[in-house]
């Protein structure tokens, strides 16, 4: 990756602020047909309540460029489920994947809530270091990571993959049809057998 960014931990409320922002100019609403082709798009809107307290449960990773957050990547543990109730058919459906032969919801896992990198700022490598800094942050307390992509967003998608991810579950609901892609940590590969219970 090149220099002069830095990649870590949320510090401080200018710096959730900072998230707020960019997720502002990245949702999908306010992007052109082609822009979310070529570019990717972001789907849900936090506020700055939600997100400090998804931060005092698990911060969440930014990358800087000196003192400008110009990509995050947004910790949610289940703890989280109620804080987002859009989300809430997500964490119902994990609840029946079934992962080394349990049931996922009863593993160490938590939903990267989402990944976003400044236009001005992409293809410098910042997309995987922000994964990177979640395992190596958070591979103590949990064992893999899960997460939701639109099936239209295939610059993600191929991006997710690039890191480690594999598609474990597809379905639709009323804003769009998800690909539901896991990375494990514990395996070898990063690829191991799930299937929904």
Not at 3 to 25: D, F, G, K, T
Not at 80 to 99: N, Q, S, T, W, Y
Request: charged share 20%; proline share 5%.
């Amino acid at each position: 990756m090149s220099h002069p960014y830095s990649v870590r931990a949320v510090q401080s409320r200018s710096e959730l602020e900072q998230v707020l922002a960019l997720q502002r100019n990245n949702l999908k609403q306010g992007l052109s047909q082609e822009e979310m082709r070529s570019q990717g798009f972001v789907t849900v809107a936090h506020d700055l309540p939600t997100l400090e307290a998804m931060h005092a449960l698990a911060p969440s990773i930014i990358a800087l460029h000196g003192s400008e957050v110009v990509a995050y990547a947004l910790v949610m543990p289940q703890e989280c489920r109620k804080l987002v109730p859009v989300l809430e058919p997500m964490f119902a459906l994990l609840g029946r994947i079934d992962f080394r032969g349990r049931p996922l919801e009863e593993q160490r896992f938590y939903v990267m809530g989402q990944i976003c990198i400044d236009k001005a700022h992409r293809g410098m490598g910042l997309f995987d270091a922000l994964y990177h800094q979640h395992r190596e942050q958070l591979r103590d307390r949990f064992d893999c990571v899960v997460t939701e992509v639109s099936v239209h967003n295939t610059r993600s998608l191929r991006a997710h993959e690039r890191v480690g991810f594999q598609t474990v579950h597809t379905y639709p609901d009323v804003t769009d049809t998800w690909a539901v892609v896991l990375w494990d940590w514990a395996a070898p590969t990063g690829r191991v057998a799930i299937h929904l219970r």
